[in-house]
Structures are given as C-alpha cells and as structure tokens.
C-alpha cells in the first residue's frame, strides 16, 4: 500500500508541570525534545508520530490536569545513544497555548468525548487522539493560538504550515 497517510495525526502528550511546563516549553524557544517516556506503549506511539502532527500539551499531576496547548512534531523519533533499543525521543515545537485550558473533569462530562483513550488509560503518557476527539477539546478550549481559526467560527485547523 505504501505510505497513504490521510491528513496529520493527532496526539496528547502528558507531563507534571514541576518536571516541564508549558511554561518551559515556550521559553526554551518553543522547541524541545520530549524524553523520559519509559512505558513501552506510550514509546510505540512516539515512533508512530510524522513530522507535522499536532498534539496537546497536557498538564497532569495533582495540581493540575488540563489540555494547556499544542505542539507539532517537528523531528521523528529518534534515540539518543544510537541504540534502536534504547530511550526513543521526538522533537517538538510549540504552536500555540489554548485560548481556554480544557480541564479533564469538564473533557469527562462531555459527552461527545465518551470512550476516549485517556479515561481508559489514564497512566499513559503519550497516546493517539481520533480527529473527532481532537476537534472537539479545541471547541472546548475555544480553538488555540497560531490555529488560523481566530474568531471567525470556522473550524478549519489544517492552515498550519
């Protein structure tokens, strides 16, 4: 079949914002490697992510569980000391914080977000969104910087490149 990718995929990215915050993320330049992900499903999805792809930044802890913002992958996975089997790390670059955080309480009462990975598994770090999910946590959010949404209602956030 080769590769025919239909459109970007989309992911959530979870970390405590004591170990790296949005916050971080921003001031760094907006581009970081995301490492330190040792649970082997969560490392399945790394290797999974495309240049391009788009995924929340979410901020999980007891402080604080909520979508914050976006971040595209901007380099695939890789490993740092060379070895296949080793760590496995992607590069990503913010995009934009969102215009509302999206709070995990207010994502489980919404009933379109039913099923979602996250409420099933909600150890894991790094984990696949369907285009549905996605589209409708934005909603939530009321869309984030940078999506070429601004307040004009449309909800077309492919104009990203």
Same mark, same amino acid.
């Given at each position: 079949?080769?590769?025919?990718?239909?459109?970007?995929?989309?992911?959530?990215?979870?970390?405590?914002?004591?170990?790296?915050?949005?916050? +971080?993320?921003? @001031?760094? *330049?907006?581009?970081?490697?995301?490492?330190?992900? !040792?649970?082997?499903?969560?490392?399945?999805? %790394? $290797?999974?992510?495309?240049?391009?792809?788009?995924?929340?930044?979410?901020?999980?802890?007891?402080?604080?569980?909520?979508?914050?913002?976006?971040?595209?992958?901007?380099?695939?996975?890789?490993?740092?000391?060379?070895?296949?089997?080793?760590?496995?790390?992607? +590069?990503?670059? @913010?995009? *934009?914080?969102?215009?509302?955080?999206?709070?995990? !309480?207010?994502?489980?009462?919404?009933?379109? %977000? $039913?099923?979602?990975?996250?409420?099933?598994?909600?150890?894991?770090?790094?984990?696949?969104?369907?285009?549905?999910?996605?589209?409708?946590?934005?909603?939530?959010?009321?869309?984030?910087?940078?999506?070429?949404?601004?307040?004009?209602?449309?909800?077309?956030?492919?104009?990203?490149?």
């Amino acid at each position: 079949m080769g590769k025919m990718v239909k459109g970007k995929q989309y992911w959530l990215l979870k970390t405590e914002p004591g170990e790296w915050s949005w916050e +971080d993320q921003a @001031a760094n *330049g907006g581009v970081t490697k995301w490492d330190g992900v !040792k649970n082997k499903q969560a490392q399945k999805h %790394l $290797k999974s992510m495309k240049e391009g792809d788009l995924c929340f930044f979410y901020h999980s802890g007891a402080s604080a569980r909520c979508v914050v913002g976006v971040v595209s992958v901007v380099k695939e996975w890789y490993s740092e000391s060379g070895d296949k089997n080793s760590e496995v790390v992607v +590069d990503v670059k @913010a995009v *934009g914080e969102m215009r509302r955080r999206v709070d995990l !309480k207010d994502m489980k009462q919404d009933g379109e %977000l $039913k099923g979602f990975v996250m409420f099933r598994q909600p150890r894991l770090s790094v984990m696949p969104v369907p285009e549905e999910v996605w589209k409708r946590i934005c909603e939530l959010g009321n869309g984030f910087e940078g999506d070429g949404i601004g307040n004009d209602g449309g909800d077309e956030e492919e104009d990203l490149g």
